[in-house]
Every structure is written in structure tokens, then in C-alpha cells.
């Protein structure tokens, strides 16, 4: 079961608006290996949704593209072309792929998840969009939509089916995990981090004469003790081979590190390339008491559940 389990119809008795979750994630784990000849780092990741959702609403026109951007964070949107947003970039690659002339679609995208932050949020909507179109448009071709997905960047396969997913290669050859579900605390210091820049740091710091690493033994052990012991002998075994990188890119994580670990979180690791740390709590209490704690000192945060889809 994927992202289209999420798909509602919208009670306008119009069959072609369709509304969309696309969930956020965080690694729970990220090695990072070698750069490829193409410039990307090899990779083992432990991809996992979380229940912090992005809203679209895709609506059937007769013009070309539109789109329009709300909710929460969708101030910093506001300074991306619209072309250039991925959710755009998405509807066009696929109308092309299959095609037809223009999409012909207004795509609603209500921005909860914090953008440039770690947590997948405009790969998360770029998948959302490419499955609901290729449903509307009754296109059943996986191999097509993971193979866009790739050209938009290297989670958005991952967002194509959610839930928990081992990532190697550049994060896009995906083996799927059932692992039993988490409570986490989400926190940003409201600054934006690009994902090149924070690689850059990392090959520029780590990268060169390093040995080469057995990537995906840190994947294996978070698995393994999850499975066994549940979050409670997770915390230590939080892995972040950018960790440091992105720190260095924004020290303002750093408060916020400290902070997740003084009000009690098991363990604390940043999401991809930051600028978002997250914390693990026992439960939903303990989530939420955790993020009480923490609220004051970030610009953003969060607490939820893991999605086990
Ligand atoms: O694929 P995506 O657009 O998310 O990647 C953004 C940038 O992050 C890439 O241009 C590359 O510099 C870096 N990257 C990498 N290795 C990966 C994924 C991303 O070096 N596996």
C-alpha cells in the first residue's frame, strides 16, 4: 500500500479535484560512501515516514499549469519560480512522458512540512503529484513513475510507496522494512540548508582519503535492535554520516541538539542534511512533554508518529 491509500476524493461532487498527504520522513540512519563519477555519494539509508503531512489538491482545468501555494510554511515558496517548483516540474515530466499536449491542471499545495530542512518535503509533494496525476490520467506504468521520480531528485522514489525502506545507490533502489512504529520530536532553527552545500562540506572535511566503509552496517544494527527492543535501545545507534557537515553548515542546530538531550530524548540525529534534528521519545506522551520543552528555543517544531504504511 502507497501514497495513493491516502487519496479522497473532495466533496464537491467533482470527480476530478482530488486530494492528497504526502508525508515528510527522516533517515533514521545515513551512510555515506564514495562519490560516484556523476557526482553523487553512494549511499545505505533508513528512510521512515512520519505522520507530518504537505496537503495537495489537484484540480482538472482547462488552461495550462497553475499552482498555488498556502499554510504554514509557504512564505519561503514564494521566492521559487514556479516552474522551478518540483510539484510543477513533476506534472510536466509526467504530462510529457504520456503525451498529452499540456497538463491542464491547478495544483493546490498547502506547505506544512519546513522546506530546505531534511525532510524530504518537496521530493515527498513532487511524488505525490506524480501519483495522482498518473491515476487521474489512468497511467499504470511504475517503471515510468520511478524513473521520473529519479530525474526529480534522489528521494523522491522513496516517497513513490513510503512507510520504512532501506535506500542504496543514490537512495532510489529501495528495499522495503516492517519495523514496529516510533514517537518522535522534530526541531529547525528556521534556517534553510542546501543539500550540495552540506555533500560539499562533508567531501571537502571527510570525504577524501577516507577508507571505504561496508556501507549499510549501521542500517542492519538499527533494524535488528528496533526490532528487539523497540526505541528504547535505538537512541544510541542513530547514525549520521552528514551529521557533522551539517552542523558546520548551521551551528544554529546546535542549541537544538542540546536541548532535544535535556528534555529527555533517547536519542537525537539530524534528517538528511538538517537543518531539522529529531528526537526519539518512548511515547506520545513522552513526545509531547519532550516537545513542550524544547518549543521555546526553536523555530519550529513538531512531535507524531512514525507512518508504517
Ligand atoms: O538528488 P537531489 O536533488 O536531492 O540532490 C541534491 C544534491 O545533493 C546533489 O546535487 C548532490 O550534490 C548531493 N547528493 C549527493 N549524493 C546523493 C544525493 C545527493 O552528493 N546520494
Same mark, same amino acid.
Given at each position: 500500500?502507497?501514497?495513493?491509500?491516502?487519496?479522497? =476524493?473532495? $466533496?464537491? !461532487?467533482?470527480?476530478?479535484?482530488?486530494?492528497?498527504?504526502? &508525508?515528510?520522513?527522516?533517515?533514521?540512519?545515513?551512510?555515506?560512501?564514495?562519490?560516484?563519477?556523476?557526482? %553523487?555519494?553512494?549511499?545505505?539509508? +533508513?528512510?521512515?515516514?512520519?505522520?507530518?503531512?504537505?496537503?495537495?489538491?489537484?484540480?482538472?482545468?482547462?488552461?495550462?499549469?497553475?499552482?498555488?501555494?498556502?499554510?504554514?510554511?509557504?512564505?519561503?515558496?514564494?521566492?521559487?519560480?514556479?516552474?522551478?517548483?518540483?510539484?510543477?516540474?513533476?506534472?510536466?515530466?509526467?504530462? =510529457?512522458?504520456?503525451?498529452?499536449?499540456?497538463?491542464?491542471?491547478?495544483?493546490?499545495?498547502?506547505?506544512?512540512?519546513?522546506?530546505?530542512?531534511?525532510?524530504?518535503?518537496?521530493?515527498?509533494?513532487?511524488?505525490?503529484?506524480?501519483?495522482? /496525476?498518473?491515476?487521474?490520467?489512468?497511467?499504470?506504468? &511504475?517503471?515510468? /513513475?520511478?524513473?521520473?521520480?529519479?530525474?526529480?531528485?534522489?528521494?523522491?522514489?522513496?516517497?513513490?510507496?513510503?512507510?520504512?525502506?532501506? !535506500?542504496?545507490?543514490?537512495?532510489?533502489?529501495?528495499?522495503?522494512?516492517?519495523?514496529?512504529? +516510533?514517537?518522535?520530536?522534530?526541531? $529547525?532553527?528556521?534556517?534553510?540548508?542546501?543539500?550540495?552545500?552540506? %555533500?560539499?562540506?562533508?567531501?571537502?572535511?571527510?570525504?577524501? !582519503?577516507? &577508507?571505504?566503509?561496508?556501507?549499510?552496517?549501521?542500517?542492519?544494527?538499527?533494524?535488528?535492535? +528496533?526490532?528487539?527492543?523497540?526505541?528504547?535501545? =535505538?537512541?544510541? +545507534?542513530?547514525? $549520521?554520516?552528514?551529521?557533522?557537515?551539517? %552542523?558546520?553548515?548551521?551551528?544554529?542546530? /546546535? &542549541?537544538?541538539?542540546?536541548?532535544?538531550?535535556?528534555?529527555?530524548?533517547?536519542?537525537?540525529?539530524?534528517? !538528511?542534511?538538517?537543518?531539522?534534528?529529531?528526537?526519539?521519545?518512548?511515547?506520545?506522551?513522552?513526545?509531547?512533554?519532550?516537545?513542550?520543552?524544547?518549543?521555546?528555543?526553536?523555530?519550529?517544531?513538531?512531535?507524531?508518529?512514525? /507512518?508504517?504504511?
Amino acid at each position: 500500500m502507497g501514497l495513493v491509500a491516502h487519496w479522497q =476524493a473532495v $466533496n464537491t !461532487g467533482v470527480e476530478s479535484v482530488r486530494a492528497i498527504l504526502a &508525508p515528510a520522513k527522516v533517515n533514521l540512519v545515513l551512510e555515506v560512501g564514495a562519490q560516484r563519477p556523476d557526482g %553523487y555519494h553512494e549511499l545505505a539509508t +533508513l528512510f521512515q515516514s512520519i505522520s507530518l503531512y504537505d496537503r495537495i489538491t489537484l484540480c482538472e482545468i482547462d488552461g495550462d499549469l497553475d499552482l498555488v501555494v498556502s499554510g504554514p510554511q509557504a512564505a519561503v515558496l514564494q521566492h521559487v519560480e514556479t516552474e522551478e517548483n518540483l510539484v510543477c516540474r513533476a506534472a510536466r515530466l509526467l504530462s =510529457a512522458a504520456v503525451g498529452r499536449p499540456r497538463p491542464g491542471v491547478r495544483i493546490e499545495l498547502e506547505k506544512r512540512v519546513p522546506v530546505a530542512a531534511g525532510l524530504g518535503g518537496g521530493s515527498t509533494d513532487a511524488a505525490a503529484v506524480l501519483l495522482g /496525476l498518473a491515476q487521474a490520467w489512468g497511467v499504470q506504468d &511504475p517503471g515510468l /513513475l520511478q524513473e521520473l521520480a529519479c530525474s526529480l531528485g534522489s528521494d523522491v522514489a522513496f516517497f513513490l510507496s513510503g512507510g520504512t525502506a532501506i !535506500g542504496r545507490g543514490r537512495g532510489e533502489l529501495l528495499t522495503r522494512v516492517v519495523l514496529p512504529p +516510533l514517537w518522535l520530536v522534530l526541531a $529547525n532553527p528556521g534556517r534553510r540548508s542546501s543539500t550540495a552545500d552540506v %555533500y560539499r562540506t562533508f567531501s571537502e572535511h571527510k570525504g577524501a !582519503g577516507r &577508507p571505504q566503509k561496508l556501507l549499510g552496517w549501521h542500517c542492519d544494527a538499527m533494524i535488528n535492535v +528496533l526490532r528487539r527492543e523497540g526505541p528504547g535501545g =535505538a537512541g544510541a +545507534l542513530l547514525h $549520521n554520516d552528514l551529521a557533522e557537515a551539517a %552542523y558546520m553548515v548551521t551551528p544554529e542546530m /546546535l &542549541p537544538l541538539r542540546a536541548a532535544l538531550a535535556a528534555a529527555g530524548a533517547i536519542g537525537v540525529q539530524v534528517s !538528511g542534511s538538517g537543518a531539522t534534528l529529531f528526537g526519539l521519545a518512548t511515547d506520545a506522551s513522552h513526545a509531547a512533554e519532550i516537545e513542550s520543552r524544547i518549543r521555546s528555543i526553536a523555530a519550529w517544531t513538531w512531535w507524531g508518529s512514525s /507512518l508504517c504504511l
